[in-house]
């Protein structure tokens, strides 16, 4: 499972229910808090146009796993794949190169800000 703390969501907890930890998890959540997460979710973009699923391994350059997908598709708005992963923190920033382990063949990934495609919805002016 993935804590909201490792998707980048810390926002969606607020600060009454953290100083009072009246939430299932809180320990641990609160620790990712104080200390950082292990590991992020992030968005990858994968080299070429196979798309990498569930389950598949992420490398880092020296070859050592520190990560596996959690989800991926082809994007047509993007014409390309993307993919969501866990990575270590230490390689979860935007622009991180990475390798997919794709049918045992390494593939170039990047970490790329989520989400994959932009918004263009506004919020209305409050009256």
Known sequence: STTPIEAGLRWT???????????????R????IHNGPDRRL?????????PVREGTEIQDGDGRIVGRVTSGAFSPTLGAPVAMA????ANA?????LQAI???KPVAAEVVKLPFVPHNYHRQEKA
């Open 13 to 27: 907890i607020g600060k009454r229910r953290i100083a009072d930890r009246d939430f299932p998890g809180h320990e």
């Open 29 to 32: 959540i609160i620790a990712e």
């Open 42 to 50: 992030v968005g990858l973009r994968p080299e070429g146009r196979a």
């Open 86 to 89: 866990h990575v270590e923190s």
């Open 93 to 97: 920033a935007t622009g991180t190169r």
């Open 102 to 104: 794709l049918r045992g």
